[in-house]
Every structure is written in structure tokens, then in C-alpha cells.
């Protein structure tokens, strides 16, 4: 007779998907059982889970598997490991090589030769880093005829050619968009370090998080603030209400999102600050983060440097992020 996990595995096969307690009911075992091969076959990778508790069930994986291919070194392998994430259009989140591998099979790729070709695209945009920050300075000034911000920085780019979306760009994509507090949470542990850095060494005593357009029931912004703490002055800004909403992202034409920053964001504070980092989640063009430092040295609030950062950042000049 047949093991059970083989069991488990035609009734999948057979059904296109099961739960626990469907398979503890079928099979006539203990919960605590089902659970024990459950857990055996997803390490294997020979099931895939869909959902969260307390509904998930179990499936057949999609991707082959691509351990056939000839293996990577371990430097690559760890490279890898350590920067790349994908969210697959299913929801689930693969890390490292799984995710790689998975991106490998899904476009028909062979894993040695992508995954090098990785490593060097990776080591270009590398280049624009220094301490783990890209200098955003560049992009501004040749955007804007009149720039507020003392320096810009990112903490990666959204995007790289070929392969999509970074690692925090698929964060900050997904949390945003599916307002999962528990993925905007990994992700401001995954940068609080970086960002505390910067506090730090720009002896920053006021910080202001630029307010969100889109209104949302969990706002990334707000638990940005919350779980980054900061432990600095916190500079009010204020997203004025307007008949209609109109997000930076809808809008094509540079000196519309300058407009558009200008009238809709209201630094409404009187304090007196030495240095102030502003913080925003992404810049495309650059427009609201600018013109809120303009209207802060309008105000001479800040007798020292105004501070940009961005979780990511656009490569080009004017560019828009349009999806977030």
C-alpha cells in the first residue's frame, strides 16, 4: 500500500486542492497527523499552500522544479539569497533563489546563465550606491529649475531592466497595494537601520512623512512613522482636500505635478529646526518631495539641511511611478 504523503499527494492531484481537516476526515487520521506530512511535503516542495489560517489549503505547485539545472556556486547563491524577492500573482512570497528559480522557470530561462547575468546588471546599478544609498541629487537638479532639497537619497531603485521590480520594490508595491500590515511591517524593519543611519549622521531634529493622496483604510505612511520611531520631532504636513482627488501618478506633464505638490501639501508647522529629513515612500519625479522643501525654507523653519529619502526611486529624470 501506498505511503500516506503518496496518498495525500493523488487526492490533490485527483481533487485540485484539499484542506487539513478534508484530508484528516478522508484518510480517517489524527489532525496532528495531517499536519506532520503537510508540513513534510511543503519543505519537499512537493505541495504548495494557497491562503492563510485559518483557511489554507493545499495544491499541487505550479513551477517545475529547477533543480535539474546545472547548480550555482555558493557566492552567487548567496548573492541571490540576499537580494531577491518576488511576489508571485498567486500572493505568495518567494525569497532568495527559490524566488529565482521560480522567475528562471516561469520565462522559459536556463538558472546559471540568468543568474549571472543577474549578478551583473545587480553590480551596475551598484555603482550609483555609496554606504547603501543612491544619491538622487543628480536626477533632481536636472529636473527642476529651483531644487529645496539640501541632498535626495534612495534606498534602492523600484525598478532594473530586464528583471522588474527589486526586492524593496516588490515590498513597497505589494504592501501598499494590499494593505497587509504585517508586510509593511517587514519591510520598515528591513530598512529602519538605513533610515536611523541618516538620522544620525545629519543630526536630523525634525522629520516630516509626506502625506498619502489615496485614501486607504490602512495607510502605508502612517505605520511607516509608527514602527520606524524615529524618537525626533515629527514637522506637521498637512494633503489639503480638494473636490477630486488627483494622485501625482495620474499626472503626465511635469510642471502638473509641480502644481500639483504645490497646492495640495500645507507644511502646517511653526517650529524652528536644524536639520529635517522628509521621508516618502517612492520618488518618480521628484516634484512633491522638492516642493515641500521649498515651502519649509519659505517658512524658515529649518536653519540647517533639508534631507530627502525614498524607500525607492525612479533611474531616469522626470519618470512616474505609476503603480504606487
Known amino acids: 500500500m501506498p505511503k500516506t504523503s503518496q496518498l495525500i499527494i493523488n487526492y490533490i492531484k485527483k481533487q485540485g486542492w484539499a484542506s487539513g481537516q478534508e484530508l484528516a476526515d478522508y484518510f480517517g487520521i489524527s489532525d496532528r497527523a495531517v499536519r506532520k506530512q503537510l508540513k513534510k511535503l511543503s519543505d519537499n516542495q512537493l505541495l504548495a499552500k494557497a491562503g492563510r489560517p485559518p483557511k489554507v489549503y493545499y495544491l499541487l505547485p505550479t513551477d517545475k522544479n529547477n533543480s535539474l539545472q546545472e547548480p550555482l556556486d555558493k557566492k552567487t547563491e548567496k548573492f541571490i539569497n540576499d537580494n531577491y524577492l518576488i511576489i508571485t500573482p498567486t500572493g505568495e512570497i518567494k525569497n532568495g533563489l527559490a524566488g529565482f528559480s521560480y522567475w528562471c522557470e516561469k520565462n522559459k530561462l536556463p538558472l546559471k546563465k540568468t543568474a549571472a547575468e543577474y549578478l551583473n546588471t545587480l553590480k551596475k546599478y551598484a555603482r550609483w550606491k555609496k554606504n547603501g544609498l543612491i544619491d538622487g541629487m543628480i536626477k533632481l537638479k536636472n529636473t527642476f529649475n529651483?531644487?529645496?532639497?539640501?541632498?535626495?537619497?534612495?534606498?534602492?531603485?523600484?525598478?532594473?531592466?530586464?528583471?522588474?521590480?527589486?526586492?524593496?520594490?516588490?515590498?513597497?508595491?505589494?504592501?501598499?497595494?494590499?494593505?497587509?500590515?504585517?508586510?509593511?511591517?517587514?519591510?520598515?524593519?528591513?530598512?529602519?537601520?538605513?533610515?536611523?543611519?541618516?538620522?544620525?549622521?545629519y543630526k536630523i531634529d525634525g522629520a516630516g512623512f509626506i502625506p498619502p493622496t489615496v485614501k486607504r483604510e490602512v495607510q502605508f505612511m502612517k505605520e511607516l512613522k509608527k514602527t520606524l520611531?524615529?524618537?525626533?520631532?515629527?514637522?506637521?504636513?498637512?494633503?489639503?482636500?480638494?473636490?477630486?482627488?488627483?494622485?501625482?501618478?495620474?499626472?503626465?506633464?511635469?510642471?502638473?505635478?509641480?502644481?500639483?505638490?504645490?497646492?495640495?501639501?500645507?507644511?502646517?508647522?511653526?517650529?524652528?529646526?536644524?536639520?529635517?529629513?522628509?521621508?516618502?515612500?517612492?520618488?518618480?519625479?521628484?516634484?512633491?518631495?522638492?516642493?515641500?522643501?521649498?515651502?519649509?525654507?519659505?517658512?524658515?523653519?529649518?536653519?540647517?539641511?533639508?534631507?530627502?529619502?525614498?524607500?525607492?526611486?525612479?533611474?531616469?529624470g522626470f519618470e512616474i511611478i505609476s503603480e504606487i
Request: include cysteine; proline fraction near 1%; hydrophobic fraction near 40%.
Open 229 to 316: 520611531n524615529l524618537n525626533v520631532k515629527n514637522i506637521n504636513l498637512v494633503k489639503i482636500k480638494t473636490a477630486v482627488v488627483v494622485p501625482q501618478k495620474t499626472l503626465n506633464k511635469l510642471n502638473d505635478r509641480i502644481e500639483n505638490a504645490r497646492q495640495s501639501i500645507i507644511v502646517d508647522d511653526n517650529g524652528k529646526y536644524k536639520n529635517i529629513l522628509l521621508i516618502d515612500d517612492a520618488v518618480g519625479s521628484g516634484a512633491t518631495m522638492n516642493e515641500t522643501a521649498l515651502q519649509i525654507k519659505k517658512r524658515k523653519l529649518c536653519s540647517g539641511k533639508i534631507i530627502g529619502l525614498a524607500i525607492t526611486g525612479s533611474f531616469k
Open 146 to 201: 529651483k531644487v529645496g532639497l539640501d541632498d535626495l537619497y534612495y534606498l534602492d531603485f523600484y525598478g532594473i531592466e530586464r528583471f522588474g521590480k527589486t526586492k524593496l520594490g516588490q515590498m513597497l508595491l505589494y504592501a501598499k497595494q494590499s494593505q497587509n500590515k504585517l508586510l509593511i511591517k517587514e519591510l520598515v524593519l528591513d530598512i529602519q537601520p538605513s533610515v536611523k543611519k541618516i538620522v544620525k549622521k
